[in-house]
């Protein structure tokens, strides 16, 4: 087999100029994890080691990582010379390089080193077993490949100069070298390890790659059988690659589980790979992979599969070289024209994941072109079928939440921008999109759902929403994404903020709620006092004017004295006794027979009445009309101090008497429960409610009879938009009222602008709702102006059930209905 010198100087090159980053990776990380284990310690010696350990580390970055990749490359080179001599014979395998196994074989060898080379070769053992489990797979790959490369016959993983000994070696020689204290040095291996065992990994994938699309094909691996020695019956045979008496049996990474393999050549199993260069295989492991989690998610890929993709990645970068003017397409700005047509009767401009976005706002990956190159880097740097897959998904579920027509567009364009950093969680967790409480998705899901809060993207709120949300989608794609961290912290920062601007409108709507609830109280108990009131048996000969009086406004007013209670009287502030004084001063025939009891009682009797209902907060002029029949009611015994004999009393009593005073019909004296809560002017004016009051107390005049034009307009006004849509016949304006649950988003036309509003609050009889729209103004109204509003279309119901859910839908209907979806072997 020849030597590929150009080829393996290319990895040895590749491999040295990725160990900067990677150990300043390594560097971050350790210190972080001595930063936590520095907070977590309850004891000082301790704290003050794990302190005095990430400063020095720190300290040492900036010279360690121009030193480390030097030293690796003066390392490679004299691990190619000593491969090149080590290489004809098969009998002189040296032990694994960089280990001091053999030095301290016996009890001899130690007396020949001093404790710190003792101290030092145990560290470098430790970092290299943390370092093996972890680069494992990928480095059995890369030995084949690099076996080959320097023209050996058959797999020889201890000659590979990119083996993890000789970068756990030159590691552990340089941080001997630049601290004398062992506590410190132990401590820096110990966190320095797992960070070099993952960056390794990504590094011997890159190589693996890099060989593969040079068409290089790997060695065999072959046994050589060892025979059983005699003796005292501790003969052994040893196993594996390369394995003979001088090696002391040591198990290569890489070897073939399982023992003796065959001396003839390794071929793979058939099934070792996924050819996904076949579309008919690729769609049916994809469909597989959406419904049912991929059985074949695990599985490699084919070497073919690399040398398409990096096809595809040339094209695409040489396009990019070639591109002398902007994509056609291209959004700069936004549509400035769309602004003054109205928010809910704009025209639908199609976003999707190949979209021009505002180079602006997210820089280099508003190009379609550069998200597909790194959509094809990522494919190509992947090692499994699930991660390709995986890729996928996101790139289609970016694809139909783009095309969501219920998010504003720049929503949806911010969707298409976040896409490189979900790839980048793809390749990590290719399943996170199943997972409803995955970080990366709850990310998604919580934007769109926040943005329902908005129905136009030119207004000052929206902007305002939209600034941060950019601000973190490009933090996002400027990040290596390890895991779902980044996105669950990103969501956290979001939520911060939207928890503030919640608590500032919370506290004006909940005032608002407050006096709602109260008043539905009130009511209730209002009601039930008034059906009491129509069983006393001393009804008789009262006008219905005074029933109305009792049955509505002061009954009204004894619920409130009885809400507002805090010594638990049974008739607080006695207006309950003012109810039989008030019927027996309006029955002439008995006034007539005491008219000095009456002259007595009227001003208590007065001074009562007004009392509660200043108490409860209504406007004097509302029961003036009552109080002007109660004085005609009570003018004839009034009369009595200018009559001068019993037959001008008599006479007076024989007047005619008027509507108002005359007795209260079977109908009148019934108690109806009131339609919805009685309000004050301030109340409902704090609520939102925009129509005027009746002039009878305790009701609400409905929009249906009275509508300022600031509030509502037929649907043909200026700024209403649809004015050619047909009003909504009311069999069909009912069930969608009946329809909206609290936390429902609708589109409400109020004081000459489309608002977003959201249902916080229903009476529990459903005959008030309550809306708030952006920073929390309320907008109140009855069933019949609701249902009004519903059928002139200025109240318009917003669908915003699960975005990445219906996303998803989307593409399992897409892939079920692909000619090619049933699931393919490959």
């Not at 019909?665 to 109340?683: C, G, Y």
């Not at 200026?718 to 047909?726: I, T």
């Not at 069909?732 to 249902?759: H, K």
């Amino acid at each position: 087999m020849a030597l590929q010198p150009d080829v393996l100087q290319s990895c040895l090159q590749e491999a040295a100029k990725a160990a900067r980053p990677a150990l300043e990776r390594c560097i971050e990380a350790a210190v972080a994890a001595l930063q936590l284990a520095e907070a977590q310690s309850e004891q000082v010696g301790e704290r003050d080691a794990l302190a005095m350990a990430w400063r020095e580390l720190l300290k040492n970055k900036p010279a360690w990582s121009i030193q480390y990749p030097a030293d690796l490359r003066t390392t490679f080179s004299s691990g190619v010379a000593a491969a090149g001599q080590a290489a004809p014979s098969a009998s002189s395998i040296p032990a694994l390089a960089g280990t001091s196994t053999q030095a301290f074989a016996s009890a001899d060898a130690f007396s020949l080193v001093d404790d710190a080379d003792v101290s030092q070769a145990i560290e470098s053992s430790r970092l290299l077993q943390q370092i093996l489990p972890l680069v494992e797979q990928p480095l059995a790959e890369l030995n084949k490949l690099m076996s080959t490369v320097q023209g050996l016959p058959n797999v020889r993983p201890e000659l590979n100069p990119l083996r993890p000994e000789v970068f756990a070696q030159t590691l552990r020689e340089m941080v001997f070298a630049a601290s004398s204290e062992p506590a410190i040095t132990s401590l820096w291996l110990k966190n320095l390890a797992d960070p070099l065992g993952r960056e390794l990994t990504l590094v011997y994938e890159r190589i693996v790659n890099q060989l593969e699309l040079a068409k290089v094909k790997g060695a065999d691996y072959r046994v050589r059988h060892t025979p059983v020695s005699g003796g005292k019956g501790r003969g052994s045979h040893k196993t594996g690659p390369g394995s003979d008496s001088s090696n002391g049996g040591a198990s290569m990474a890489g070897t073939p589980r399982g023992g003796y393999v065959s001396d003839e050549p390794m071929a793979p199993r058939p099934s070792q790979y996924a050819d996904l260069s076949d579309p008919e295989i690729k769609d049916g492991m994809f469909h597989d992979f959406l419904l049912n989690g991929g059985s074949n998610a695990n599985r490699g890929l084919a070497p073919a599969y690399y040398a398409t993709i990096e096809e595809e990645l040339l094209a695409l970068k040489a396009a990019r070289e070639s591109a002398q003017a902007p994509l056609t397409g291209s959004r700069d700005a936004p549509h400035a024209g769309n602004q003054k047509v109205p928010a809910v009767d704009r025209p639908p401009r199609p976003v999707n994941e190949r979209s021009q976005l505002n180079q602006e706002v997210w820089g280099s990956y508003s190009r379609p072109r550069e998200r597909d190159i790194l959509h094809t880097q990522l494919k190509k740097a992947a090692r499994q079928v699930g991660q390709v897959l995986g890729l996928e998904v996101v790139r289609k579920l970016v694809d139909q939440v783009a095309q969501d027509s219920r998010l504003l567009v720049p929503v949806r364009e911010a969707i298409v921008a976040l896409e490189p950093s979900l790839l980048r969680l793809a390749m990590v967790d290719p399943h996170f999109f199943n997972d409803e409480d995955h970080a990366g998705r709850r990310l998604i899901e919580r934007v769109a759902q926040r943005s329902f809060k908005y129905n136009d993207e030119f207004s000052p709120e929206f902007l305002a929403f939209f600034e941060p949300l950019t601000r973190a989608f490009n933090e996002l794609n400027g990040l290596s994404i390890e895991d779902a961290q980044p996105f669950a912290m990103s969501l956290a920062t979001l939520e911060h903020g939207w928890d503030e601007q919640d608590q500032r409108e919370a506290k004006n709507r909940n005032n608002v709620l407050q006096t709602l609830r109260f008043a539905e109280e009130r009511q209730t108990q209002a009601d039930q006092i008034a059906l009491d009131l129509s069983t006393r048996s001393d009804l008789d000969k009262v006008s219905g004017l005074v029933l109305d009086f009792l049955f509505g406004p002061w009954a009204l007013v004894m619920a409130h004295a009885r809400l507002t209670d805090t010594r638990n009287q049974i008739d607080p502030m006695g207006f309950g006794s003012v109810v039989p004084d008030l019927l027996w001063s309006v029955k002439r025939e008995v006034t007539l027979k005491r008219p000095a009891k009456l002259i007595e009682m009227i001003p208590g009797l007065l001074g009562q009445l007004h009392a509660g209902l200043a108490l409860l907060g209504q406007d004097p002029r509302e029961n003036d009309a009552f109080f002007e029949g109660l004085m005609k009611l009570h003018r004839p015994v009034l009369k009595l101090r200018r009559l001068k004999s019993r037959r001008d009393a008599q006479e007076s009593g024989a007047v005619p008497l008027a509507p108002e005073e005359l007795p209260a019909s079977p109908e009148q004296r019934r108690a109806k429960v009131a339609e919805q809560p009685w309000l004050r002017r301030d109340d409902l004016d704090a609520a939102g409610f925009e129509d005027t009051l009746s002039s009878v107390p305790g009701e609400l005049a409905a929009l249906e009879e009275e509508m300022p034009a600031a509030t509502a307009m037929p649907a043909s006004a200026e700024g209403v938009g649809d004015a050619c849509l047909p009003e909504l016949p009311p069999a069909e304006a009912a069930p969608i009222l009946l329809g909206l649950r609290t936390g429902n988003w609708v589109d409400l036309y109020s004081r000459r602008r489309w608002l977003r509003a959201q249902l916080v609050w229903a009476s529990a009889k459903g005959t008030l709702f309550m809306f708030v729209s952006h920073g929390g103004q309320p907008h109140s109204m009855t069933r019949r102006s609701c249902e009004r509003l519903i059928r002139e279309r200025l109240l318009r119901p917003v669908h915003t059930h699960g975005v990445v859910a219906q996303a998803l839908d989307a593409v399992a209907t897409e892939v079920a209905m692909s000619p090619r979806a049933e699931p393919a072997a490959a």
